[in-house]
């Protein structure tokens, strides 16, 4: 289980190529520790996510891996 995060410009540009049920090969992602006050679970660090990542989706996959979303609130 992983956490991965996108901020600012990023998000536009990366929500083109993410969607919902499909599986990805994620590389070039910076891993840094979740700060204490914004852990939701029990991860403690997570990939950031920005236009240097790299992104191949994996074709021609019939498996649909199941899928729970998790989302935090953001107060600052």
């Known amino acids: 289980r992983v956490e991965g995060i996108i901020f600012n410009d990023d998000i536009p540009r990366m929500s083109q ?3 919902v049920y499909k599986k990805y090969k994620i590389s070039n992602a910076e891993v840094r520790p979740i700060p204490p006050k914004f852990q939701t679970s029990d991860l ?3 990939w950031m996510i920005s236009s ?4 191949d989706e994996v074709a021609n996959d019939d498996e649909v891996m199941p899928v729970k979303f998790c989302y935090s609130n953001f107060t600052d």
């Open 44 to 46: 403690t660090v997570q």
């Open 17 to 19: 190529i993410l969607q």
């Open 52 to 55: 240097r990542t790299v992104i």
